[in-house]
């Protein structure tokens, strides 16, 4: 369902929730607010997603992969600033599959724009491993640093200080292979 779509039965709900309250059926209007704010907040916040992210948490691909393809044009069903996590989320999928192939889907997610600083380190930190795998240490060196300036919160210095480590092995190997 397009966003316009919804704009326009959240505000016939709105309509009627006031009428509700004009003619004294309160406890049918609070209900009516109560629908009216869940129809407002599904604008920005498509439910399509959010259940995506709930299976992607759960690491149960299959069933977000699902809620995530139910999106058929991610430009009309989605508010611009989601267009970014929409590829963040298929490239996270496709990562678990071919990592070579979710490399376009980072990039998108980067280019249209990320709201979060630890989003944004995410990104970086997958096209860093993809960039690895393709045995490109300046890339990846790059990306890695960019995903360490990105995450203010340290929430993924784990997971970045692990790739560093994983950097240092690649080196080990190639001059044990010399």
């Known amino acids: 369902m397009s966003n316009l779509v919804r704009i326009i039965l959240s505000s016939l709900i709105l309509a009627g929730t006031v009428v509700l309250f004009v003619y004294g059926q309160w406890g049918w209007g609070i209900l009516g607010i109560l629908v009216t704010i869940l129809a407002f907040v599904t604008v ?10 709930f299976y992607l948490r759960k690491e149960n691909m299959t069933k977000a992969a699902r809620w995530l393809n139910r999106i058929t044009s991610y430009e009309k069903q989605l508010i611009r600033a ?22 376009k889907y980072f990039k998108k997610a980067l280019s249209l724009g990320l709201h979060m600083g630890h989003n944004v380190a995410l990104a970086k930190l997958s096209l860093a491993g993809v960039a ?4 490109n240490k300046r890339e990846a060196t790059k990306y890695l640093q960019e995903a360490k300036k990105a995450d203010k919160n340290k929430l993924l210095a784990d997971q970045i200080k692990m790739m560093k480590d994983q950097m ?3 080196d ?4 044990r292979y010399r």
């Open 172 to 175: 080990r190997q190639q001059i």
């Open 82 to 103: 989601q267009h970014g996590y929409y590829h963040l989320l298929l490239g996270l999928m496709e990562s678990q599959k071919s990592p070579m192939q979710s490399e």
């Open 132 to 135: 690895m795998a393709k045995r």
């Open 168 to 170: 240092g092995m690649m």
């Open 44 to 53: 920005f916040f498509n439910e399509n997603m959010l259940v995506a992210q």
